[in-house]
């Protein structure tokens, strides 16, 4: 298995209900290292670009508008197949769905406030990532 990094979002419902630190709990019980972090507030136009493959949905509005209605926490995580690894510990995009133990099952509100982003592909990763942070700002 490789080292990877992906880049994770702390949602505006999450930082709102003062959840960060035990979401980061999670990501460090699951051997995944944070080796960046900012806490940020995305303004609608910076959403839309990082929600940009989402456009065309239904839910883009509501997203998007979501994403920028509060401060968010972003960073990068780095371990074992972290990409997979990280998705495994965030849970099914709705909570409903989503397996005992992880941070969408424990703390999400609904499909749209689901608390946390995670990275889908390495390629994603990558252009992620570096939306957010220079390399000087990755400590691994
Ligand atoms: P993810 O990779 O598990 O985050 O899920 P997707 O890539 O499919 O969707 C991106 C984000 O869009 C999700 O995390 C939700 O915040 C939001 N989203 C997805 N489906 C819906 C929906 O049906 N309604 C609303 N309001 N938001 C949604």
């Not at 995580?77 to 997979?84: S, V």
């Not at 769905?97 to 499909?111: C, D, H, P, Q």
Request: proline letters at 4%; hydrophobic letters at 45%; zero cysteines.
């Amino acid at each position: 298995m490789a080292i990877e990094r992906t880049l994770s979002i702390i949602k505006p419902d999450a930082t709102r209900r003062n959840l960060t630190g035990r979401i980061n709990a999670k990501f460090e019980e699951a051997g995944l290292r944070i080796i960046a972090q900012k806490r940020i507030h995305l303004t609608l136009a910076q959403a839309q670009k990082f929600y940009e493959v989402h456009r065309e949905r239904p839910f883009f509005g509501e997203l998007t508008t979501f994403m920028a209605s509060g401060p968010v926490v972003v960073q990068v995580l780095e371990g074992e197949a972290a990409i997979t690894r990280n998705r495994e510990v965030m849970g099914a995009t709705n909570p409903a769905n989503a397996a005992a133990g992880t941070i969408r099952k424990e703390f999400a509100l609904s499909v749209g406030e689901n608390s946390v982003h995670g990275s889908d592909a390495p390629e994603t990763a990558a252009v992620e990532i570096a939306y957010f942070f220079s390399g000087l700002e990755l400590v691994g």
